[in-house]
């Protein structure tokens, strides 16, 4: 397995398990329950979590397939790891960011359904990872709507900084 590979598995992993540990504090009772009227709920956020990665898996999925059926991607070697400086940005709970209306919950997924969704997202997810392991995804690209045009590994790096992000929301404000 290619360095990039383990590192971004790695920080999809980490990040998962800091929004598991936020919501396992959260009672059950409260997993729907907005804790004031202007924050989402547990279940809100494990939602919009939810969509978000399934859209990147599909767009990641696609873009992948393309390049692969090209044959543009050459063998991976020493990548930039310019994923990690978007953590700046997303984990600055000072930074108040408004989500898209696209991805803002509507309130008809519970938080159950929504973490099984995260689950489901995260193993496509890290098969996507894997089909491009030992491959430079430097040219894979796709325009994010608040941050600009990422790469493929950004992408990565953006779904793990961003659960981090609304795991602390959590941590905050659900528990």
Request: glycine fraction near 6%; charge should be neutral; proline fraction near 3%.
């Amino acid at each position: 397995m290619h360095a990039r590979t383990f590192e971004l598995l790695e920080h999809l992993g980490t990040t998962r398990q800091y929004l598991a540990d936020a919501f396992a504090n959260v009672r059950e009772a409260n997993y729907d329950v907005r804790p004031s009227p202007v924050e989402w709920s547990a279940g809100e956020v494990l939602s919009h979590l939810a969509m978000i990665e399934v859209s990147v898996a599909a767009i990641l999925q696609k873009k992948l397939r393309r390049a692969i059926a090209a044959e543009i991607l050459p063998v991976a070697g020493e990548q930039s790891r310019r994923w990690r400086n978007l953590a700046g940005r997303l984990l600055d709970e000072g930074m108040k960011i408004e989500a898209p209306d696209f991805v803002v919950p509507d309130g008809t997924m519970s938080a159950v359904t929504a973490w099984q969704s995260l689950q489901e997202s995260r193993a496509k997810l890290r098969q996507i990872l894997l089909a491009a392991d030992g491959k430079n995804t430097e040219t894979i690209v796709a325009r994010h709507v608040l941050l600009g045009v990422l790469t493929f590994e950004q992408w990565l790096g953006f779904v793990g900084y961003h659960e981090q992000r609304h795991a602390a929301q959590i941590a905050r404000s659900c528990s």
